[in-house]
T-cell receptor
Framework: DTAVSQTPKYLVTQMGNDKSIKCEQN?????MYWYKQDSKKFLKIMFS???????INETVPNRFSPKSPDKAHLNLHINSLELGDSAVYFC??????????????FGPGTRLTVT | GNSVTQMEGPVTLSEEAFLTINCTYT??????LFWYVQYPGEGLQLLLK?????DKGSNKGFEATYRKETTSFHLEKGSVQVSDSAVYFC????????????FGQGTRLTINP
């Protein structure tokens, strides 16, 4: 059973399009995250939701909008895609926040290529 | 703000060699420290962690000790295998509110037979 799953695994699209990436976790976790990994493998957090509430919103363009319909899902919508959005996007989840560092479980990633 | 710096890669070693990947951090308060590993084509997996000074995290023959005096969390393994080839990330969490992981730039490790 996949703990954190993402769809699609690969996404190739043209500049200006709108696309979504879906994430689901079956671990019963309360907190979910989106990270972006650029071409040099550098990883940076974008968003985090706890019990469907946005708790982390880093400096990300407004074109990116996360949506959490329930605790098990956190989707990422990207409007007006740009070349610089090409990256691997990772979803992650953890049991909670604060306290003694709950482990974050990562999905397999979605490789987005904007042409 | 918080930051993590890892040794530049790539690192190439022969099987059974000793491995050290350096990691230093800057943070306020008392962060928790992690090493994550990313095998080719996969997501990140937690390798080990330490939540307070002098703690030693260990897993699969890898070890790292939380050194507050030198703000370091170096990853070591006594005898590497070809299957250890991957990208290794050092990360910290400031344990305040949301669990935001701050990652180092990653170190690509290749082990030759």
């Amino acid at each position: 059973d996949t703990a954190v799953s993402q769809t699609p695994k690969y996404l190739v699209t043209q500049m200006g399009n709108d696309k979504s990436i879906k994430c689901e976790q079956n671990l019963g976790h309360d907190t979910m995250y989106w990270y972006k990994q650029d071409s040099k493998k550098f990883l940076k957090i974008m968003f985090s939701y706890n019990n469907k509430e946005l708790i982390i919103n880093e400096t990300v363009p407004n074109r990116f909008s996360p949506k959490s319909p329930d605790k098990a899902h956190l989707n990422l919508h990207i409007n007006s895609l740009e070349l610089g959005d090409s990256a691997v996007y990772f979803c992650a989840s953890s049991r909670g926040t604060g306290g003694s560092s709950y482990e974050q479980y990562f999905g397999p990633g979605t490789r987005l290529t904007v042409t | 703000g918080n930051s993590v710096t890892q040794m530049e890669g790539p690192v190439t070693l022969s099987e059974e060699a000793f491995l050290t990947i350096n990691c230093t951090y800057t943070a306020t308060g008392y962060p928790s420290l992690f090493w994550y590993v990313q095998y080719p084509g996969e997501g990140l997996q937690l390798l080990l962690k330490a939540t307070k000074a002098d703690d030693k995290g260990s897993n699969k023959g890898f070890e790292a000790t939380y050194r507050k005096e030198t703000t370091s969390f170096h990853l070591e393994k006594g005898s590497v295998q070809v299957s250890d080839s991957a990208v290794y990330f050092c990360a910290l969490s400031d344990n305040q509110g949301a669990q935001k992981l701050v990652f180092g730039q990653g170190t690509r490790l290749t082990i030759n037979p």
